[in-house]
């Protein structure tokens, strides 16, 4: 087995309780200096359909199991991922190139939180006993089945186990496929899945790509929840797959996030909101990418945005002083180097960053904030998911809400303003489904989550989750 950051790391799929091969593999590759780090099994239709073979097989007894038993192995498994904070941490690190700092003190914490939190939100949910002219309604949460679980590369962990959680509560069993470029933390659960006691079958994990293992998975007539993170077009070949089906989907998909900054704000604050927005290299679907900002303050806010982003250092995501590592994949850096290439073309002006950082290697984009975009344009619209903003100005509320919903996305809006009253009349106004005033990224598992217009469809957390993965059923009885 190959080692990565110090911890045995295994390539092979994770089927009903046994490692199992295939014929084929692909490479991981690290993209802090783009070296390979594990060579993967490449699934296809084959290990799709055994993994939900053995997931469906798992099914009915752990349907049976009660609330207490399975919340006692999430916390279990909770109890893993703690007790593995600095390995699972270092090899995500090294898998998708996010800060070593963030993973250790929030992503794998949360991790481990994500499991108790459903495990816990398990317990308490009701039943909402009513009657109807002295009929007695009991409605009960019943699990659907087997679910495949698609995710992304920029927090593969994280986002992950949003799903496998309360899919797991709720007695589903599981199907997981990661994303290709980050398979490697996944593979790493499943060992702590087995160490927690979790019965052979009930999680699986499919490696591959998406057009192959993730294509075959979503497709298949067994599997009875569809939940997906990822992009707008792969959202729309999934929809399409399962429509035969009519399987239930929840999309978790892109943004284009305003962060709406008001002459009343607090300067300082919206700086570091906006700064913040570089975060992950810019690799995260909520990121407020346009900057659109009230313009008698837009002058002043500029020269301290520029003054804040332009200490911000790039380099090894595993050092400590880093604030910016590295983008994914070639592939996505010229992605998103073609965004910022055609916007200069267009005429839009860089005034920090504008390309990769080629002192670092390929792999490195600098921070960028682009301004003179022309309105309606690709770079003002569509998703580019680096670390890319634009700036814009507004004169008046209206201004800036209608920019603000003028995209095909709802993810996400960030407002900073001094007056509650404004906050209130332009939250209601806006197209998202977060928005947040005067912060960023503060997210409770009790709350709904999830994306308006393309960026979504369904909201997890909470009740929400548990109303997406169950069979809710209405059962009632004459008196
Ligand atoms: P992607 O759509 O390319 O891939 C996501 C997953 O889908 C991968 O596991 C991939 O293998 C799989 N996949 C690809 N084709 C498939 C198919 N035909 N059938 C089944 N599965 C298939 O997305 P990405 O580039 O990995 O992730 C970036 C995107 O995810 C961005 O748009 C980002 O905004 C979005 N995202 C959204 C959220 C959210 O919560 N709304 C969170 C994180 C990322």
């Known amino acids: 087995m190959p080692t990565v950051a110090g911890v045995e790391v295994e390539g092979r799929h994770w089927i009903g309780g046994e490692r199992v091969s295939s014929t084929r593999t692909f490479e991981d590759v690290s993209p802090i200096d783009e070296q390979v780090i594990a060579e993967i099994a490449r699934g296809g239709a084959d290990e799709a359909a055994e993994a939900v073979r053995a997931a469906h097989a798992a099914f009915p007894a752990w349907a049976r199991t009660t609330r207490e038993e399975r919340a006692r192995l999430l916390h279990a498994i909770a109890d893993g991922v703690e007790r593995r904070l600095e390995r699972l941490a270092g090899v995500e690190t090294t898998d998708n190139g996010a800060l070593l700092r963030s993973h250790l003190r929030g992503v794998m914490p949360r991790v481990a939180h994500n499991f108790r939190f459903f495990a816990d939100h398990l317990l308490g949910l009701g039943h909402d006993d009513f009657e109807t002219r002295g009929h007695r309604n009991h409605v009960s949460w019943d699990p659907a089945g087997v679910c495949a ?12 186990t949003w799903k496998i959680a309360p899919a797991l509560a709720a007695g589903n069993t599981v199907v997981l496929k990661p994303a290709e470029w980050t398979p490697l933390t996944a593979s790493l659960l499943a060992d702590i899945t087995v160490e927690a006691g979790l019965p052979d079958g009930v999680f699986n994990v499919v490696q591959g790509y998406g057009q192959e293992a993730g294509a075959a998975l979503v497709a298949d007539p067994r599997v009875k929840r569809v939940s997906f993170t990822g992009s707008v077009p792969t959202a729309q070949r999934i929809a399409a797959a399962v429509a035969p089906n009519l399987t239930p989907m929840s999309l978790e998909l892109g943004g284009k996030s305003p962060l709406i900054v008001f002459a009343d704000a607090d300067l300082d604050l919206a700086v570091d909101l906006a700064v913040e927005q570089y975060d992950n290299a810019g690799q995260v679907c909520l990121a407020g990418t346009r900057l659109l900002v009230e313009e008698p303050i837009a002058e002043e806010f500029t020269a301290r945005f520029l003054a804040k ?27 998103v180097d073609g965004f910022v290439r055609r916007a200069l073309d267009a005429g839009a002006k860089p005034l920090i960053g504008g390309g990769p950082n080629t002192d670092l290697g390929g792999l490195y984009y600098r921070p960028t ?16 998911f680096g670390p890319v903003l634009t700036l814009q100005t507004f004169r008046t509320e209206d201004e800036a809400v209608d920019e603000a919903n003028g995209t095909r996305f709802g993810l996400a809006a960030t407002l900073a303003t001094g007056s509650p009253e404004r906050a209130e009349r332009v939250s209601a106004r806006l197209v998202a489904g977060t928005v947040w005033v005067n912060c960023f990224f503060v997210r409770d598992l009790r709350a709904p989550f999830g994306g308006a217009r393309h960026s979504g469809v369904g909201r997890e957390g909470g009740d929400w989750s548990f109303d997406f993965y169950c069979d809710v059923k209405n059962t009632v009885t004459a008196p």
């Open 369 to 384: 904030l682009l301004t003179g975009a022309a309105p309606g344009s690709e770079i003002l619209t569509e998703e580019v």
């Open 309 to 335: 982003a332009g200490a911000l250092v790039q380099g090894d995501p595993r050092d400590p002083a880093t604030d910016i590592g590295p983008n994914i994949h070639r592939k996505h850096v010229d992605r």
């Open 149 to 160: 679980l698609i995710t992304p590369w920029n927090a593969p962990l994280m986002l992950a």
